[in-house]
């Protein structure tokens, strides 16, 4: 979260008048807001987990249709989450010799990045801790959490 | 390795090794026990011979792919010695007079002919003796002592007694446990004579052989069969029991070092009876689990040179009243680690067979990968192989034929189930390769065995799904299917 409202202010080369206090302002308060619900989802995903319990391999297998439910709600929220407050913040620029009041900034938002963004936050927020925390016989069920695991544990 | 032999004699006896089969394949005498088997009966197609057969066929051929060293689940071997039938090669219709030979008998001697007519009413002479004794010791007694004059040199019993002697030269201490009814026709006649004519036959080595006894009181009740004339009646079976317990106290009680008597208060009854022929096939009995559990009692402890077993309740068994120590602990994990396969882990492994990937399988089974492999070239079985595939073939034929088995032992009890609780299933061995769909997945074992409650922080062993997953949280010595089977079994 914090990394990528750094980038935004001072890496990624963003048609923004103000990038620093657009991240502060609307970037990264939308991803706290984000990274809770991501977590949310998660915990909830990690408590299915260690309480479901399935007859079967078959079973255990449908359980990925949920998983990805949940996967693509957070991304959804983190849209969501996003568009409330591009929409309903306004960006208030920091004095300067010019406007010693602050001025007013209208910025149009930075999708070619954001969107890659979003995805990210999912993948590393949600899609990465549940290959490691996913408990029992669903253990290996998030996309590649078999691969990932056998790397760190040969078994 | 402790050595018995067992010795199954008439239809009770049969039914007893069947039990007895059954315990030693599920551990319950320990790791280290070699189990001899022999049948003994009259009636070549009894019901409950064929279905001992049986058993000690599918614990054959089950232990031949599955035996493993330090195991449970078949650990112990299991020695065939087959069936010997005291009336010989005789296939068809044979009467005790074509056995006594009554027609020479009274041509050389009138006298002898007159004593017979005394002993033996007209009918029994002229019963068909192919079907068994008829529920009569004494046409029994006189048939089954005429061994003495074979000296034991026919059918199975040359090598069963090379085998006891040459233990006792290896310096062992073998064990001879005979099974028998004393209320009925061959065993009461068998037992007590087939005892004594072994303890004669090995009295150089008596002292290393102990030679025990399961002495089945009458335990079980029903109407007049209306197949013959000669049959065996209810109403004769304490007489019977009367009179053949004052011959064992009498005259064979020193050929044994132990005899258990064992009985119930209440009685099971048989709906459809026969005498002998295949419909002699009735279900098993807690009483007959009793006297296969005191194989694994020692003697002379705690049971002196004789021991009366029965349940301590009148109408139901608890695990309390196995005798032998282990015993109980190990048919639990049988009966729980049987039912996880059959309604279960079988069902796994032929879905886990027709997976093209078997990483895709392990990603909804993560057991899967910890026994077989992913794909070719590791050192995992292939679940696919043919040495798996009959693996689980006849693990599976096994686990059909004991689950039977207990089942008709928990409905063996006369107020309601007992021991464990297997109500509504019907077992059948299933041929084909692909899973079978009349078994319904089960995933909880918590209502399996009667009077087992676990402890809240192992509650988990309740759950197969559970089970399984402490199964896919580390690797194992054993692999492959036997590997699945024995460490369920341990943590079962």
């Known amino acids: ?49 260690f309480n479901k319990r399935c007859k079967n391999c078959l079973e255990a297998k449908q359980t990925l249709g949920l998983w990805l439910t949940l996967f693509g709600m957070s991304i959804f929220s983190n849209i969501v989450s996003l568009i409330l407050f591009i929409q309903f913040t306004v960006v208030q620029a920091t004095a300067s010799q010019a406007a010693p009041g602050g001025t007013l900034v209208v910025n149009a938002p930075p999708y070619e990045f954001l969107v890659p963004l979003t995805l990210l936050n999912g993948l590393l927020l949600f899609w990465l801790p549940s290959c490691f925390l996913s408990q029992r016989t669903l253990r290996f069920i998030p996309p590649f959490s078999y691969e990932l695991n056998t790397i760190s544990e040969k078994r | ?131 068994g004794f008829r529920g009569r010791p004494s046409i029994g007694s006189a048939v089954v002592s005429r061994i003495r004059a074979t000296g034991f040199s026919q059918g199975p019993w040359p090598e069963l007694i090379n085998d006891i002697q040459a233990d006792c030269a290896n310096g062992d201490k073998p064990r001879i446990h005979l099974f028998g009814s004393i209320f009925g026709g061959t065993g009461s006649s068998g037992l007590p004579t087939l005892g004594t004519l072994l303890s004669r036959e090995l009295v150089g080595v008596r002292d290393a052989v102990e030679i025990t006894a399961s002495v089945l009181l009458p335990y079980f009740d029903f109407d007049i069969p209306d197949d013959e004339d000669i049959y065996a009646e209810a109403k004769n079976f304490t007489l019977n029991t009367d009179a053949a317990l004052q011959y064992l106290a009498r005259l064979a009680g020193d050929s044994f070092n132990c005899i258990y008597l064992v009985g119930d208060g209440t009685k099971q009854r048989y709906d459809q009876p026969a005498t002998g022929g295949p419909r002699q096939n009735n279900p098993s009995s807690c009483i007959e689990l009793i006297a296969a559990a005191a194989v694994s009692a020692e003697t002379g402890v705690g049971y002196g040179n004789g021991a009366y077993l029965t349940v301590s309740d009148d109408n139901v068994m608890t695990w309390e009243d196995l005798p032998g120590e282990g015993t109980s602990t190990s048919l639990r994990s049988a009966i729980r680690t049987c039912y996880a396969w059959h309604f279960n882990l079988y069902n796994e492994l032929r879905e886990s067979q027709r997976f093209d990937s078997k990483k895709s399988f392990t990603k909804g089974a993560p057991w899967f990968d910890r026994f077989f492999a992913l794909k070719d070239g590791t050192n995992r079985p292939d679940v696919e192989s043919e040495a798996e595939s009959r693996q689980i073939a006849a693990f599976d034929k096994w686990s059909v034929d004991f689950m039977q088995w207990i089942q008709e032992i928990c409905w063996s009890g006369s107020a309601r189930e007992q021991l464990a609780d297997i109500r509504d299933h019907v077992f059948k061995a299933y041929q084909g390769l692909e899973p079978d769909t009349s078994r319904q997945y089960a995933e909880s074992l918590e209502k399996l065995v009667i009077g087992q409650t676990l402890a809240k922080r192992e509650k988990w062993r309740d759950s197969i799904d559970l089970l399984k997953n402490n199964l896919a949280d580390r690797k194992h010595r054993l692999e492959g299917v036997i590997g699945l089977i024995n460490n369920l079994y341990e943590i079962i």
């Not at chain 2, 010795?7 to 090794?17: E, F, L, M, P, S």
């Not at chain 2, 315990?23 to 189990?35: F, N, T």
Request: proline share 3%.
């Open chain 2, 1 to 131: 390795m402790k050595k018995v032999y067992v010795i199954g004699i008439g239809g009770t006896g049969a039914k007893c090794i069947r039990s007895t089969v059954h315990l030693q394949c599920a551990g319950a005498y320990g790791k280290d026990v070699r189990l001899g088997v022999l049948l003994v009966d009259a009636d070549a197609s009894n019901g409950n011979l064929q279905s001992a057969r049986e058993t000690v066929q599918c614990a054959l051929e089950a232990g031949a792919i599955l035996r493993e060293t330090n195991v449970s689940l078949f650990s112990g071997p299991v020695k065939n010695y087959g069936y010997w039938n005291p009336l010989g090669d005789y296939s068809d219709r044979l009467t005790l007079s074509d056995i006594y030979r009554e027609a020479g008998m009274r041509a050389v001697d009138a006298g002898l002919g007159e004593l017979y007519d005394c002993l033996v009413s007209p009918e029994e002479k002229q019963a068909d003796l192919s079907v």
């Open chain 1, 1 to 49: 979260m914090l990394v990528t409202s750094f980038m935004i202010a001072n890496v990624l080369p963003v048609a923004l008048q103000a990038p620093e206090q657009w991240a502060q302002q609307i970037y990264l308060p939308s991803a706290s807001l984000s990274t809770v619900v991501y977590l949310g989802f998660l915990l909830a995903w990690i408590y299915y987990s």
